[in-house]
């Protein structure tokens, strides 16, 4: 299983992918702002983050993914329409989404 950064400023969002996460085997690190994630990230080196965009605006995520910087694998969740990822992100799923389909591109990116 993975070593996942779940990175999410509503907590009740947070706590639940977190859960769903765990359940599935992963070792799971959260954090609900983009200074806890970056320090996270450096301390826990996880294999891949999962990330709200909006922290709570786009900005926010935008500045994290530069953050991370290139070493990370980030999969985006956003409600917001994107042609394409963010520069930085891996992958982008369109929120809401289910539980399923965010353990798959877990899977896939692991």
């Not at 993975?2 to 799971?28: F, I, T, W």
Request: charged share 25%; net charge neutral; hydrophobic share 50%.
């Amino acid at each position: 299983m993975a070593r996942v950064l779940v990175v999410e400023d509503d907590a009740q969002q947070l706590g639940m992918r977190c859960m769903v996460l765990r359940a599935a085997g992963h070792e799971v690190t959260a954090a609900q702002s983009p200074a806890a994630a970056i320090d996270s990230f450096r301390d826990h080196r996880p294999d891949i983050v999962v990330m709200d965009l909006r922290l709570p605006r786009i900005s926010d995520g935008e500045d994290l993914l530069r953050g991370l910087g290139p070493d990370a694998r980030v999969l985006v969740l956003t409600g917001a329409a994107l042609q394409t990822p963010p520069l930085g992100a891996a992958r982008v799923l369109k929120k809401p989404c289910s539980s399923q389909v965010l353990l798959r591109a877990i899977a896939e990116m692991a």
